[in-house]
């Protein structure tokens, strides 16, 4: 069978209709069916993923605490009680009863569990929605239609209905405000609902909003100028256009990283340095000096005028490094002696995992394990040096260079399908706008690669976490290792309030916590 016959199969799904709904005028056929293909991508990768949280919700179901977990808690309570005297049940030498680590596990875990469920709940229904949603929006040509209000809207608002750019800005904003109306009554009741339920929320409605508007702003003030230099840039290029659009996106990131910390966070919060003459700082910067890490500065967050969760992340660049920690996070280990309770939930916390250069770390603790262990900054240290461990053996480095070289791949394919008519017609467009282009291409060409890219991706960081976790070899600071004991480091874990009960498929398909 000829492959156009065997596209005649697909296109429209065997139906006696036209797909998308909306065309622009003189729009050709498309003899591949690229928007049919896509819709047919998403929706395996969607019933994939659902069939992968339906597992992990059956498995929260679970109200016993796993065997396996038990097991290494216990082991850390015989430690604990042979170090002080007593027994791995709580009872000291002189007769008095403790409550063991295994005791609070056993309290916290229903909690943990329920929280678990809670966020399956939404995440269920809103992955359902944006499935839906994304589905419908290409089968009703919402691409083509917006692209010709932008047109209008470019000729009514700025008499530049023929400029390219000014269109494309007004493409990017419309897509942007729509964007952000029509997922925000998940993002508030992720907030004010979920959040709020679990004694995690401590960000007012107007915060939110304020946080909304800004983040608006900040996107078109860097967005607009980046935008107009990617159209300038694949249009004056040349042949090899992918190449300096290439180095132009690795500026445009470095950049970002370098002002981020220092002009663009700050936006957002407030950062005080951690006092020099304080304990911590001074074990902090023992721990730095003793990996050869460069440490330059150690900064406090207030993270907790929003949220009770608590985190910790390093990031700079060469000699020039500088760690952050949530002031929730110094509040939980007790600094300056100061060893808070906490209000309820705030021992639930969560790991946020790295992205690009700037490494944010899984710095989280909750307010009775410093007290139950009876030590003061040794944990926060503990999880410093684990993280410090990825930086000894270049993961970060691995990581951005790694991301560099996807990017890089995807602008050359891109390059090779700029003039592809088949693509602009399949969805619905008789012309080519470059911005279309590459909306286009990472849509439909680019994703299903880059499904295939992440799965890999998650299997190498799943590698990296457990070569910090093995023992150093003779080329690494042996305090690499040994600064995280295999068993603190897991009881820590299962005091965050996550998934407790990690679905293997799930786990080695999207890599979302340290694994177990």
Known sequence: MAPKDAWAAIRAFGLDLSFPTYKQQG?????????????????????????????????????????????????LDQAAAAKAGGDAKGKGKDGSTTTTLLDRLTSKFDAARKYSIDKAHLGFVESVFSQAEATAMLMLGSMPWFWDLSVDLAGKWFGKAEDEYIVSLVFL?????????????????????????????????KDFFLDKVKAIILSAL??????????????????????????????????????????????????????????????????????????????????????????????????NKRIVLFDTLLTQVGFDGEREGGREGEEKNEHIGAHGYIYISHSSLPPFLPSFLQVQHSELLSILAHELGHWAHSHTFQMFFVSQV????????????????????????????????????????????????????????????FQVRAPSPPSHPPSLSSSLPSSFGFALFLFLLRDLRPGGRRERTSFAQHPL
Request: no cysteine; charged share 15%; hydrophobic share 50%.
């Open 406 to 465: 996807h990017l890089f791949l995807a602008f050359f394919l891109f390059s090779s399908s700029l003039e592809n008519a088949d693509l602009f017609s399949s969805f619905g467009f008789a012309k080519r706008p470059t911005i279309i282009a590459l909306f286009l291409f990472f849509q439909a060409i680019w994703s299903p690669v880059d499904k295939a890219l992440s799965f890999a991706f998650t299997l190498w960081t799943r590698k990296n976490e």
């Open 222 to 319: 860097l967005g607009g100028p980046m935008t107009i230099a990617v159209l300038y840039v694949i249009k004056a290029g040349g042949p090899n256009f992918f190449l300096y659009l290439y180095l132009l996106v690795l500026a445009f990131q470095l950049v970002l990283l370098t002002i981020y910390p220092t002009i663009i966070a700050p936006i957002f919060n407030k950062y005080e340095p951690l006092p020099e003459d304080s304990e911590l700082k001074s074990q902090i910067d023992a721990l730095a000096s003793r990996v050869k890490f460069p440490l330059t500065k150690v900064f406090v967050v207030d993270g907790s005028r929003r949220s009770a969760h608590s985190n910790a992340y390093f990031y700079g660049f060469f000699k």
């Open 27 to 75: 729009t050709g056929t498309a003899e591949v069916p690229y928007l049919e293909l896509i819709v047919l991508f998403s929706f395996i990768v969607f019933i994939w993923e659902f069939y992968l949280d339906l597992r992990q919700y059956g498995a929260l179901q679970r109200k016993d605490v796993p065997e396996a977990l038990t097991a290494r808690i216990g082991e």
């Open 173 to 205: 904003g419309i897509n942007m405000v729509i964007e952000n109306v029509v997922h925000l009554p998940f993002s508030l009741w992720a907030v004010f609902v979920v959040e709020q339920r679990h004694g995690f929320n401590k960000q007012s409605l």
